[in-house]
């Protein structure tokens, strides 16, 4: 969330979703062990904020995730005012790659496939992928000729990666 001065903006953004991945990572690497208290701790809340990274994707009628969503109060997630936009972000890619290995739960598997089967629908140009304008939309809304350099490094190659069992 951020602070304007006056008031919390209840938001989050993307780039949120590579915390899921460090939670766990911690919690298995715990010098108290899996099973203590704080490894727990660090599993369930690292588990949750995955569901909600992937549900940033999955509620989206492209499949894709936008910028980042709003909390208003009573109800579920929207995209930001100004960032219902895609740019092949991979924090979201990198988390399940690290969730599906270290737990062996194969949903995060499946869930970074679908999310690759939208980013090939969606971002798909006759040479390359691009960013979406507008991920409330089942066509994207657009693709921008822009193509950031981390889709290629990092997001392409956990959405891979997450795919070996």
Not at 13 to 34: E, K, N, Q, S
Not at 61 to 69: D, F, T
Not at 97 to 114: H, M, Q, S
Request: charged letters at 20%.
């Amino acid at each position: 969330s951020d602070w304007n001065g006056r008031y919390n903006n209840r938001k989050m953004d993307h780039l949120v979703c590579f915390m899921p991945g460090i939670l766990v990572l911690g919690a298995y690497t715990d010098p108290r062990g899996l099973d203590s208290a704080r490894a727990q701790r660090d599993l369930a809340v690292g588990k949750a904020l995955m569901h909600t990274c992937y549900q940033m994707y999955h509620q989206m009628a492209s499949g894709i995730a936008a910028e980042y969503v709003e909390f208003p109060p009573h109800r579920d997630f929207i995209p930001g005012s100004s960032a219902a936009f895609y740019i092949l972000r991979p924090e979201t890619a990198e988390s399940m790659f690290v969730l599906n290995k270290l737990t062996g739960d194969p949903i995060y598997r499946d869930w970074a496939w679908e999310i690759w089967q939208a980013i090939d629908r969606n971002c798909k140009t006759q040479t390359a992928y691009g960013a979406i304008r507008n991920v409330q939309e089942r066509s994207g809304g657009g693709i921008d000729d822009r193509m950031e350099s981390f889709f290629l490094a990092e997001t392409l190659k956990y959405l891979y990666l997450a795919q070996d069992p």
